[in-house]
């Protein structure tokens, strides 16, 4: 079995190819390969030793899908890949709608469909949330420079303006609001979110729903340590069936079919749960769960090939993930090859 | 009198080290907090609380009220403990 993985970026705003490639490999009877695609060659997933078999650059999704459809095809050729587990948001659409070409390859997947993506998309969450009964905070979406007189009128300060894609940020004023709204206007295009402040701590699930809308395992997680970019860098697993609960509901209306993660904020004022976001792909700190009892990755491999997986019902409270800088050291060699090849 | 009752899923180890495993939330606490939290895992009522604190530590019957009262603040703040 060849299992190809992207998001080898493990920098300070991680990809989460590594936690499923090392979860994979930890399981007793894994003997297939890892092949790592990748955008950069200075992605230091590369550079990890005896985690990866080979390397492979492939293009960005804004260059087309042609282009990425070529790229895996030779790739294939070379590797006959079983299966790709994309791991990143900003490549899901790309490969979803390449699905049924890599499945006519024989290159198998495990992805939502378009219509799930869009589901949960930052600017139809709050509808879905309001439609099926989750908590969501109160969110606007600003079309034109003349929606936003609405901010005042519909908010109490600080509000987030978040992107339709990545980027959030506090606002703590009307005033404040501007550069922020211009950035992300600018970066990612409208429509710009505005969504109501909850104050409180942040919570996460990481789950793996079937495709049928069953749910094969969720681990609920705080966040114990939080960087300037807001990137969780050590959580610890906790034990609060609400949000193990509302991670089967979720799953079971829109029959999510790969990973996910959940992110919510546990309102200091009244101790509610609010859905934030839904995450489409398994998350960077995803090697939590299979320590912590529930192998996600390797669950889902098994359900790519059609396989039934026993749901998982339990899991470890009180396991711990730290992440840590370490510097790798490597020859040249590597580095130019993928430079020059783009394979290693 | 109020008696207390501890947050469901808190654990205390013999170091002293608490976890709450819903919220994820951790704190330490001395000898004593973590004699009194046992006690109120054992669901102890005030009087035998005291008696057995006094018992243990060499504590003066007055300060032992005061300390006691701090300590139950300190635990309802953070939401690790309910008045019944």
Redesign the interface.
Known sequence: MNIAVTGLNATDNPGPGIPVIRSLKDQKKFSGKITGLIYDSLEPGIYMDDLVDNYYLIPYPSSGLDNLLERISYIHKKEKLDLIIPTLDSELYGFVKLQPKLETLGIRTFLPTLEQLNIRGKDKLFDFCKANNINVPKNILIQSQNDLEKIEKQFKFPVVVKGIFYEAYIAQSFEEVLPYFNKLKTKWGYPIIIQEYIKGDEYNVVALGDGKGGTTGAVAMRKLYITDKGKGWAGITIKEKTLIDMAHQIIEKTKWCSGLELEFMKSKETGEFYLLEINPRLPAWVYLAPQAGQNLPAALVKLAYGKKVKPFTTYEIGKIFVRCSWDLITDIKKFETIATLGEW | MTNYHLQE?L?VSDSGFL?H??????FTVNETGKTIIKLLQQKKEKEEIFSEIEKEFDIEAGLLEKDYDDFINQLKNFSLIEGI
């Open positions: 899923n654990a976890f495993a819903s919220t994820g939330e951790t």
